[in-house]
């Protein structure tokens, strides 16, 4: 009986490795930022000071997962649940698997969740208020799509496809992105067809210079019914004078009724500190009262975790000048 006892504790502990052996490497991962924000407005009367929640500036992604690999074949899987702010009355569950560095630059996987890979362009100049970095022009980030990812060092493509039927039209969502860089540059663009037949791409690129650099990136949306809409934003950087200059020409993108234009300059040549201007235009006097049409004046100072500024914004040609001061940190 003894002998039995030792021979299924020695069976059991076995077992009990070749299980921990097996099991995924459990990865967490937290992040996100926030930002409070005192919003002198009338319309904030009552509660002028909060933390933007799920907006632009206020989210959080909690990731939970495991992945096995086999480094002979390339292949791996991940599993686990992700709790974010676009998501939060119930966890999302993770899976995602695929075979990486096939002829040492490509890589072919399935992602059930968020296909981000594709992301291209600046960061939007529209933005009411302080500005503390943010998604590009095209960030489009499906899920349920068998990827393909290339990277060549000068070339960088990526091809998404959701293949299930979700409209009337029978469509198939089609996301894919292709950057090629050269000597002192790159050009870009990206593409998103969805089940219902909108289109949304961009195309653009940079340039480096001796003074600085040269961005210029067009976007369009284009659905399957209505008229399309589109905007071009350049930017021009001065890096020894810590001079960025944006320029926005809006062709009903952001303005419905004949589009409009934008201008933005910041300045960040002295460390820490941060001063810049924006101003967002319709051309027509139907929307210059629209919550797009901002005027912006801010400072802002750098310390250490913290991201600051004050300034003083005015949506619409009718709207008050509202003073603001906001505290940003960033964990991403």
């Known amino acids: 009986m003894k002998k039995l006892s030792v021979i299924m504790l020695a069976l059991a502990m076995t077992l009990s490795m070749a299980v921990v052996a097996s099991a995924a490497e459990f990865a967490p991962y937290l992040g996100g930022e926030f930002q409070v924000t005192y919003d002198g407005s009338e319309a904030e009367e009552y509660t002028p000071i909060e933390v933007e929640n799920g907006g632009n500036w206020a989210r959080f992604k909690m990731m939970l997962t495991g992945t096995v690999e086999d480094e002979e074949t390339g292949t791996w899987a991940k599993i686990?649940?992700?709790?974010s702010t676009w998501n939060t009355e119930e966890a999302a569950p993770i899976y995602e698997a695929g075979?990486?560095?096939i002829g040492g630059v490509l890589d072919i996987w399935y992602n059930s969740h968020e296909y981000e890979n594709a992301k291209r362009g600046q960061i939007p100049l529209y933005q009411v208020m302080a500005k503390f970095g943010g998604d590009p022009m095209f960030d489009k980030a499906p899920g349920n799509v068998f990827a393909a990812d290339f990277n060549s060092g000068n070339i960088r493509a990526n091809l998404g496809v959701?293949?299930?039927?979700?409209?009337?039209?029978?469509?198939v969502l089609l996301i894919g992105a292709c950057t090629f860089g050269f000597d002192g540059g790159e050009v870009r663009a990206a593409i998103q067809s969805d089940k219902a037949s909108d289109k949304i791409f961009l195309v653009g690129g940079a340039y480096e210079l001796g003074f600085g650099k040269i961005e210029l990136d067009f976007l369009s949306n284009s659905p399957d019914e209505g008229d399309?809409?589109?905007y071009v934003q350049g930017s021009v950087s001065l890096a020894d004078l810590g001079l960025k200059g944006t320029f926005v020409f809006d062709q009903k993108f952001y303005f419905p009724t004949d589009g409009g234009y934008g201008v933005g300059v910041e300045f960040t040549g002295i460390e820490n500190v941060v001063l810049g201007a924006k101003m967002l235009m319709a051309a027509d006097d139907a929307d210059e009262n629209d919550e797009n049409a901002i005027t912006d004046f801010y400072a802002g100072y750098n310390f250490g975790v913290f991201e600051t500024r004050v300034g003083s914004y005015k949506a619409g040609k009718d709207g008050d000048s509202v003073f603001y001061a906001a505290a940003h940190v960033g964990m991403w």
């Open 80 to 83: 686990g649940t992700k709790l």
């Open 99 to 101: 075979i990486k560095g």
């Open 162 to 171: 959701d293949i299930n039927k979700g409209s009337e039209d029978g469509n």
């Open 228 to 230: 399309s809409t589109s």
